[in-house]
């Protein structure tokens, strides 16, 4: 069984950062991908940003130059930094990991449960 934990998100002002971290627990062989998104009120599920196994990143253009992934392989652990937060960036957050299990063939997609971060203005 693998679960994402996540933790960090909260109410913050405009302009003031929040860094969000996502651990990855259970029997797990290695880790492809690991992701956020979020979801606002009203609104589809949106990749924020995006790093691989081997450090590449992917960024949504609306938070290019604010947000930063990273992840710890050793600890199965992936992090978003988030700067200069604006209004529009509410929403409920979503960790994602695309992971290969032990013993097994193909990958599998685990989502954790969302931490919600509001901005205010």
């Known amino acids: 069984q693998v679960q994402l934990v996540e933790s960090g998100g909260g109410l913050v002002q405009v302009g003031g950062s929040l860094r969000l971290s996502c651990a990855a627990f259970g029997s797990i062989f290695s880790i492809n991908v690991m992701d956020w998104y979020r979801q606002a009120p009203g609104k589809q599920r949106e990749l924020v940003a995006a790093i691989t196994s081997g450090g590449s990143t992917h960024y949504a253009d609306s938070v290019k130059g604010r947000f930063t992934i990273s992840r710890d392989n050793a600890k199965n652990t992936v992090f978003l930094q988030m700067n200069s937060l604006k209004p529009e960036d509410t929403a409920v957050y979503y960790c994602?990991?695309?992971?290969?299990?032990?013993?097994?063939?193909?990958?599998?997609?685990?989502w954790g449960q969302g931490t919600q971060v509001t901005v205010s203005s």
């Open positions: 994602h990991a695309n992971l290969i299990l032990p013993a097994t063939t193909g990958d599998y997609d685990y």
